[in-house]
């Protein structure tokens, strides 16, 4: 069976940094792209970043809202994505989801879609 | 930007059909994906490519695209069906895709 598990979230003081962990089974990983998304308290899903596997470059894409303050790693060989969140701010609390990414090409373009997603794990910060 | 616009909410009764509508001027050059997501759960995919149904989801979810407008239809909606729909498009390869703002579906 499919799963991914988000692990690593808390409360936590604006500015400060946070790692999250989502650890994957039931695929292997390293087969595909992986990607983060968040949800405000009573808003809609926004992407924040993704991942792609090693024979598409192994190379992070994020969202402009977190550019320069966010990471994405990951470590195939432990099936686990990587969300390295710095300089915190009270806008970047919410739930965060690990998702696979199933990938297409149109016009020699990748494109990424998401097909499974983990239960996500809270991220509060505190100004 | 590019943006995608769904009716913030829909209600129907048991065994009508829903359509929950997305707009976007973008959409007739690109796939539509359509997630729902029931309270406190994470999202799960129910149509991918416009009109594709994954395993498992059931028959009554059908999907559409047709020129700036994208229509997921649920026939014969069912209590269990009550959720946030989010539709979802790509971008290009360094954005990887935008939501729209979310539909809550009633059914009562």
């Known amino acids: 069976e499919v799963q991914l598990v988000e692990s690593g979230g808390g409360f936590i003081q604006a500015g400060r940094s946070l790692r999250l962990s989502c650890t994957t089974f039931?695929?292997?990983?390293?087969?595909?792209?992986l990607s983060w998304f968040r949800q405000a308290p009573g808003k809609g899903l926004e992407w924040v970043g993704f991942i792609r596997n090693k024979p598409y470059g192994g190379t992070p894409e994020y969202a402009a809202s977190v550019k320069g303050r966010f990471s994405i790693s990951r470590d195939d060989s432990k099936s686990v994505a990587y969300l390295v969140m710095n300089s915190l701010k009270s806008e970047d609390t919410g739930v965060y989801y690990c998702?696979?990414?199933?990938?297409?090409?149109?016009?020699?373009?990748?494109?990424?879609?998401?097909?499974?997603w983990g239960k996500g794990t809270t991220v509060t910060v505190s100004s | 930007s590019y943006e995608l616009t769904q009716p913030p909410s829909v209600s129907v009764s048991p065994g009508q059909t829903a359509r929950i509508t997305c707009s976007g001027d973008?959409?007739?050059?690109?796939?539509t994906y359509w997630y729902q997501q029931k309270s406190g759960q994470a999202p799960v995919l129910v149509i991918y490519?416009?009109?594709k149904r994954p395993s498992g989801i059931p028959e009554r979810f059908t999907g559409s695209n047709s020129g700036t407008m994208a229509t997921l239809t649920i026939s014969g909606a069912q209590v269990e069906d009550e959720a946030d729909y989010y539709c979802?498009?790509?971008?290009?390869?360094?954005?990887?895709?935008?939501f729209g703002g979310g539909t809550k579906l009633t059914v009562l």
């Open positions: 973008a959409l007739p050059k690109k796939y």
């Open positions: 490519e416009d009109n």
């Open positions: 039931g695929f292997t990983s390293g087969d595909f792209a």
């Open positions: 979802y498009s790509t971008v290009n390869e360094t954005t990887q895709g935008v």
């Open positions: 998702a696979r990414d199933r990938v297409f090409m149109v016009r020699g373009v990748d494109y990424y879609y998401m097909d499974a």
